[in-house]
């Protein structure tokens, strides 16, 4: 097991997911504390790094593509201090951060996870209910009904159609972005079928966001909460898939590779034992080897690695 504990949270890895939990200091951004302990799952990750700084540094997650709904929402809308797969790390614990790098890499090319775009949400979203404010409006979400009320210096547009309410099953869409410069930015529910898309201070589907302050973080959090139960980008006809649906079926279990035939190169050997591990990682997760089997089993593959590395 890997853990690195900084201000901003505490990280741990014990080979087959990240846990992540926020820290509670003073300058902890509001986003990572209302968003809570999580945790990714090895499959959902498609690589880490540290990046050394002048003092210290930064560890990064980096999760494949379509595999979070709150970064699928964002679109990398979130700054640093907010972005909750990302960590500043001391001098004192570079270290344990280039060791937590070292562990959850090897823990990668040992299952052979794919680093492309997921085709399903493979973290379910943040916890509701949720309330978030932002400049004109209040929207709130349960989990079944979303809603939006007004402020008093709403548009006259967004007042004369009153408080909108809409179940996750009217929404094609939920989009989010950030203030950027002069430009607001918005929390913006498409319904199915709405093309005309006007500013979101006359939207009534819509509020306003302006700056990246500590409450605007909740707004980006309430939309990854809608976005994880709506289908995901790259489902097609008949592939609605969401963060709360159950998981594909596994893949028939492949049959066990062959010995190295006479006269392999090196090359040979090392790319068999690498197809022996991803055997070895999918026999144990359909429960055909116990964990006891598949460690002992998988030392015995590593062993052939120095051998014939």
């Given at each position: 097991m890997?853990?690195?504990?900084?201000?901003?949270?505490?990280?741990?890895?014990?080979?087959?997911?990240?846990?992540?939990?926020?820290?509670?200091?003073?300058?902890?951004?509001?986003?990572?504390?209302?968003?809570?302990?999580?945790?990714?799952p090895l499959i959902a990750i498609a690589k880490i790094a540290y990046e050394p700084a002048r003092k210290?540094?930064?560890?990064?997650?980096?999760?494949?593509?379509?595999?979070?709904?709150?970064?699928?929402?964002?679109?990398?809308?979130?700054?640093?201090?907010?972005?909750?797969?990302?960590?500043?790390v001391d001098a004192a614990r570079?270290?344990?951060?280039?060791?937590?790098?070292?562990?959850?890499?090897?823990?990668?090319?040992?299952?052979?996870?794919?680093?492309?775009?997921?085709?399903?949400?493979?973290?379910?979203?943040?916890?509701?209910?949720?309330?978030?404010?932002?400049?004109?409006?209040?929207?709130?979400?349960?989990?079944?009904?979303?809603?939006?009320?007004?402020?008093?210096?709403?548009?006259?547009?967004?007042?004369?159609?009153?408080?909108?309410?809409?179940?996750p099953a009217d929404l094609e869409a939920v989009e989010w972005r950030a203030a950027a410069g002069l430009e607001s930015?918005?929390?913006?529910?498409?319904?199915?079928?709405?093309?005309?898309?006007?500013?979101?201070?006359?939207?009534?589907?819509?509020?306003?966001?302006?700056?990246?302050k500590k409450e605007s973080g909740t707004t980006a959090l309430l939309a990854a909460a809608v976005a994880a139960r709506l289908p995901h980008p790259s489902a097609g006809p008949g592939k609605a898939l969401r963060a709360d649906a159950p998981a594909l079926p596994a893949a028939p279990a492949p049959a066990p590779a062959a010995p190295p035939a006479a006269g392999a190169t090196p090359a040979d050997d090392h790319d068999a034992l690498l197809r022996r591990l991803r055997e070895l990682g999918e026999l144990r997760r359909e429960g055909i080897l116990t964990e006891e089997e598949f460690t002992a089993t998988k030392a015995a593959v590593l062993q052939r690695f120095h051998t014939t590395g």
């Open positions: 890997a853990e690195l504990m900084v201000r901003d949270g505490t990280w741990t890895f014990d080979h087959e997911a990240v846990r992540i939990v926020p820290g509670h200091e003073r300058g902890v951004h509001k986003l990572r504390q209302d968003l809570g302990e999580f945790t990714v210290g540094g930064r560890l990064r997650l980096r999760l494949r593509e379509g595999a979070d709904p709150l970064l699928q929402v964002t679109g990398g809308g979130l700054p640093d201090e907010a972005n909750p797969y990302q960590v500043a570079v270290d344990v951060a280039e060791y937590f790098v070292d562990a959850v890499r090897q823990a990668l090319l040992l299952e052979q996870i794919p680093d492309g775009p997921a085709e399903r949400y493979l973290l379910p979203g943040p916890a509701v209910p949720l309330s978030a404010a932002g400049v004109d409006g209040i929207a709130s979400f349960d989990g079944e009904r979303v809603r939006l009320e007004w402020r008093w210096n709403t548009s006259e547009t967004k007042r004369n159609q009153g408080p909108r309410d809409f179940a930015g918005y929390l913006r529910f498409r319904t199915h079928g709405s093309t005309d898309l006007i500013a979101p201070e006359h939207d009534p589907h819509a509020i306003e966001l302006w700056g990246f």
